[in-house]
């Protein structure tokens, strides 16, 4: 799953785009082909078995190819992404609970509770005057106020969208397809989404009005 860290890349973000982008899509690309190859990884590597069916093993090398990718990134970013950081959290733990639990719910319910977690952490923050994205992305661009709490708004609005989507996948199709649509479907509903905000944070942007004063 994206957050607004991935619209509005910082400075050091900036020096390492392709590294970044790896390191939020690898973990998700592991989950996926793991998944798809799992009787072939299980056949390969017997211990495997211990874990369970390939969803499982599939979630044991998603957690790992997750730790990685942000030991990875303190060390070569110098810093965590917020999103990545917090859905890196969710996945031990609930990773953790499916393969202990032998019960695929918990991994599956992942993307729900990290989706919906930030759409009512930033729609909350407006409910007390707080326009949480503007702490996170003033270094990046600024905004004016109303900028800043319409971008939240959309932001928080289509968090709980991607939650919501999640539950209604994985209740109602295939394991396979649900994997395939958390790699290949979400992101690209994500970048087409970020990408018709362009036109409210051109307009909102206080450097374009600052020049077009002058």
Known sequence: MTTES???????DRHHPLLKLALELGPLLV?????????WLVTSFPALTELGGPLFVATALFMAATIISLVVSKIM???????????????????????WLQNETFIKMKPTIVNALFGFALLGGLAFGKSLLGYVFNAAFQLDAEGWRKLTI?????????AVLNE?????????????FKVW??????????????????KHSISTEAESEK
């Open 77 to 99: 970013l110098g810093h965590l992404p917020i999103m990545p950081f917090v859905s890196g959290i969710v996945v031990v733990i609930f990773g953790s609970l499916s393969i």
């Open 168 to 180: 209604v996948v994985w209740r109602n199709f295939s394991d396979s397809f649900w994997i395939a």
């Open 31 to 39: 989950f996926f082909f793991a998944n798809l190859r799992g009787e």
């Open 6 to 12: 991935d619209i509005t890349p910082s400075a050091a």
């Open 185 to 202: 479907g979400t992101m690209p509903i994500t970048i087409i989404f970020t990408m018709a905000q362009m036109p409210l944070v051109l």
């Open 154 to 162: 959309r932001w928080g609005i289509f968090f709980l969208f991607l």
